[in-house]
Structure formats: structure tokens, C-alpha cells
């Protein structure tokens, strides 16, 4: 039914249904100390996209779960530098990322689990590693002791001898080994802490995930997924964790990774400083250019920002909307296409390891196909029809087209378009984006298309 790639395995496997009928899928949330760049829109427009397919056209049930790091150093230290309380920052942090994620239609979440909340949990699962062996605690912190869990790197495919220090391990005093992880962390003076058998302290980076899935999905569950920059040390170490807690293996049967958002081939981020948060480049360009930008690269490859990226993105989605116009306008009787194989060669594509750019490829060989029919009058009411209904489907999962039709401009909008379509005739460009802003105040965006502007309600 579907085949996706599996890091552990590093192969693309057929995804095994359990006999519940239902997917359990946690997705690494971010971590909440600043606003949310368009590389983690990366990450999180691919996998709400992949859930809806799941869910829509496979009708598999997905129980979606989500973390939300809402403690931790970075959290701290911006806090320190605002002069503002730690958890203050993360809960602001927290309810613009869900703003952000709004905003960009990636709305298939069902939990959104803010490791807080989680602490009884947390501590449990900490001290069960003590008990097991697994953990030892020094000067009130707790590590895991990597040494004792022997297939510490099957996700990363290291070996525990081969591992280096300094690449995202952490160097703390009080370890045993270098690549041991903190578990509980001691807290300093003045930062977040709750009470724990070790003392004042806080949890570790990797241990509020495992905490969270024990308690929502058991001991093991299906899909695990994330940016391929946490493969090691984050999700080694989850596994560590539970694996080691647990018994049994593995934690989670599936572990799909997106590649990053590049910029001049570096991934974007914040410590960088080459980042663009998701509100400004939406403030410049419509959410569908984002969406389409991600969606039209193979989730799995990196993806290169560029200008051109956002060009080409446009001009697809222009295509595609002005293509489908044109079907509405189909008078023909009848017609010889067979659009379902275009249809099914789509569908296929996505189920295998969840394709976009060969699927968007066979929808464009459509519009190539349709559009010759189209210039001569051989296509007929009828197909024009079900083409748009398959556009319709396909935009119901990817969200890569504003839906306009339905929807009636009001009268204020037509006449705020009219005298801006006047001043760009005058060249009066100031003007013209004055009134390009107050539309988009009123909840509509213009879009300037070959055949004259094209609004759509935001
Ligand atoms: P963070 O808040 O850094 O923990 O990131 C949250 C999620 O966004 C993780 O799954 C990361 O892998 C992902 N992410 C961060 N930066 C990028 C990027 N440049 N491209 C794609 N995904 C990213």
C-alpha cells in the first residue's frame, strides 16, 4: 500500500499496518527559544503532508504526536539575555510556533506534548535506568552510560569505538565516558528546576521524548520521525533510553528523516545566522510558494534556498491554477485522454516513499496532454470535470493552490483591486503596494498572473 525509507534499515520497506488498524507517530517538536525558520517549515510541511495522504486517500488512522522542548539551555540563555523568566520565553515561543504552523496550513497534529508536563514521567523513566543499570548519577546529574547499551549507534550506523568527540556531544564534567548523555541535568543558580531524587534539577535533551511516547503510545509504536540532523546523537539516544527501559526493540519500527533546507549549501539555522523566520517570508510571498517549494524536492534530499527556488515555485502553482480555470471553461463533447493514468501514476508515486517531484511531474505531463486537447476543442465537459476534481484531491493533501472559486470577492476588495490595477497602468508603484497592503489587512492576497491579478482569501 505504501513503501517508505527506513533509516534503521536504510532501506524502503512496505509500512506494516498493525492488526488496530492504527499508526502511532511522534515527530521531534521544536525546540521553543525564538521564532520558526522556514527549514523547520521544511520538516513540518512534509510530515503533515505525508499524514494527510495517510490518512485521505490510504485511510490508514494516524495518532500524530508532537513534543515541544520547552526547556532547555538555548531557553535559558535567551531568557538571561532578555532579562525574563525561562518559562515565559517558551510559552511565548510555543504559541507563535503554533501560530507559524497555522499559518501554514500544517494542522494534522492531534498532541502537542510540552515536556513540562511531563516530569513525573521524566524522573520515572531516569530512575528505571539507575535500577537497570543503565544510568549512574554524579554530582547531582544523571548520565546514561552509552558503554552499557552495546547497539548504542544502530541508527546512525557507528559503531560505539568509532564515535568522536566533539560533534553535537556534549562535553560535562562528571561523564564517564565522552559520549555518555545527561539524563538529569543538576541546575545552577537561579535557573528552572524541579525536585528530584538526585536533587534540584532539570531534564536532558533526549529524555522528555521517550517520556512522552511511554505515556501516549507504550513501549514501542510505529513511526518515529524528524530532521536528519537529530539522527545522532537525539534519536540514538532516545533508543538507548528505551530500549534499555523496555527490553525490547525496536522502539520505534519506522524512523523516516527529511533532508535540510540549505543555504549556499549549509543547513539554515538559527546559530548560523542565515535564517528566515516563516512570518517574513511570508510577509513577501503566499504560503503556497513555501508549501509548493517544499513539497516539489524529494523530502529525503537537501533542499537549496534560492531565489529561483521561489520563482520557479510561483510560475508552477500559476500553471497549475490557470490550467484549471481553463478546464472550467470547457465546452467539448467528447474526448479521447486517459487522465486516470496520469491520475494513478500520481497516487503511485506518492506511496512510494512518498515521491512529490515525480507525482508534480505527472501532473504537469496532464496539463501537457490536456492542454493540447484543450487548443483544439477535443476535450469534453465531462473530462475537464474530473480533472479538476482530481486537482481538487491532489490540493486537498498538498495545499499547493489557494481555493478560490467558491468564494466571492466582496465588493470592496473588487474595487481596492480596480484602482490598484489603475496605478500600476499609471507606473505608480508606491501606490499600487499601498493598496496590495490594505487588501491583504482585509484578508486577501493578490497575485499578479499572465492574465491580470488573481485574488484569493488568506
Ligand atoms: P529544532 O527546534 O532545532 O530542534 O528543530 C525542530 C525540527 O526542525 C527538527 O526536526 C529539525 O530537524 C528540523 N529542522 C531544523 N532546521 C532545519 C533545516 N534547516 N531544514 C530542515 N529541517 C530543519
Excluded at 417 to 428: P, Q, S, V
Aim: charged content about 30%.
Amino acid at each position: 500500500m505504501m513503501r517508505i525509507y527506513n533509516t534503521l534499515t536504510s532501506k524502503k520497506e512496505d509500512l506494516k499496518i498493525p492488526p488496530s488498524g492504527e499508526i502511532n507517530l511522534f515527530v521531534c517538536g521544536p525546540t521553543v527559544y525564538d521564532y520558526s525558520h522556514i527549514g523547520h517549515a521544511r520538516t513540518y510541511i512534509f510530515f503533515d503532508t505525508l499524514v494527510k495522504f495517510m490518512r485521505k486517500r490510504l485511510n490508514i488512522k494516524i495518532n500524530y504526536l508532537q513534543n515541544i522542548t520547552n526547556i532547555d539551555d538555548r531557553i535559558i540563555k535567551r531568557s538571561a539575555e532578555e532579562n525574563k523568566n525561562p518559562q515565559e520565553v517558551a510559552d511565548f515561543f510555543e504559541k507563535e510556533y503554533i501560530t507559524d504552523m497555522s499559518s501554514l496550513g500544517v494542522n494534522a497534529v492531534d498532541t502537542y506534548a510540552p515536556a513540562t508536563k511531563y516530569i513525573p514521567e521524566i524522573i520515572s523513566q531516569v530512575e528505571r535506568l539507575i535500577k537497570k543499570g543503565f544510568a549512574y548519577s554524579a554530582d547531582s546529574s544523571v548520565y546514561f552510560d552509552v558503554r552499557k547499551f552495546p547497539e548504542y549507534g544502530k541508527l546512525s550506523h557507528q559503531k560505539i569505538n568509532e564515535l568522536k568527540e566533539g560533534v553535537r556531544i556534549e562535553v560535562e564534567a562528571g561523564k564517564k565516558f565522552f559520549a555518555d548523555f545527561a539524563l538529569w541535568k543538576a541546575s545552577k543558580e537561579g535557573e528552572p528546576s524541579w525536585d528530584s531524587p538526585w536533587g534540584k534539577g532539570r531534564p536532558g535533551w533526549h529524555i522528555e521524548d521517550t517520556a512522552i511516547t511511554e505515556k501516549y503510545f507504550g513501549l514501542r509504536y510505529n513511526i518515529h520521525g524528524g530532521g536528519l540532523d537529530l539522527i545522532f546523537p537525539h534519536h540514538e539516544a532516545e533508543i538507548a533510553q528505551m530500549e534499555a527501559i523496555s527490553g525490547l526493540s525496536p522502539l520505534a519500527e519506522v524512523w523516516i528523516h527529511t533532508g535540510m533546507l540549505l543555504v549556499d549549501g549549509e543547513k539554515m539555522s538559527k546559530s548560523l545566522d542565515n535564517f528566515i523566520t516563516i512570518r517574513d517570508f511570508l510577509k513577501e510571498n503566499s504560503v503556497y510558494v513555501l508549501r509548493y517549494m517544499v513539497l516539489s524536492q524529494h523530502y529525503r534530499t537537501g533542499l537549496d534556498f534560492y531565489k529561483k527556488t521561489i520563482q520557479m515555485a510561483n510560475s508552477s502553482i500559476n500553471r497549475i491554477a490557470d490550467f484549471k480555470q481553463r478546464l472550467k471553461e470547457v465546452t467539448g463533447q467528447s474526448s479521447h485522454l486517459p487522465w486516470e493514468d496520469f491520475a494513478k501514476t500520481f497516487w503511485h508515486e506518492l506511496a512510494d516513499d512518498f515521491n512529490t517531484p515525480k507525482a508534480l511531474a505527472s501532473l504537469f505531463e496532464l496539463i501537457t496532454e490536456t492542454n493540447k486537447l484543450i487548443d483544439t476543442n477535443n476535450l469534453s465537459q465531462n473530462d475537464a470535470q474530473k480533472i479538476v476534481d482530481f486537482i481538487d484531491e491532489v490540493n486537498d493533501i498538498l495545499n499547493i493552490l489557494p481555493v478560490v472559486s467558491e468564494i466571492e470577492t466582496p465588493s470592496q476588495i473588487t474595487a481596492l483591486l480596480a484602482d490598484r490595477e489603475k496605478a500600476r497602468a499609471n507606473k505608480d508603484f508606491e501606490l499600487s503596494d499601498k493598496l496590495r497592503d490594505q487588501i491583504k489587512e482585509l484578508g486577501w492576497e493578490v497575485e499578479d498572473t499572465a492574465k491580470g491579478p488573481r485574488v484569493t482569501k488568506l
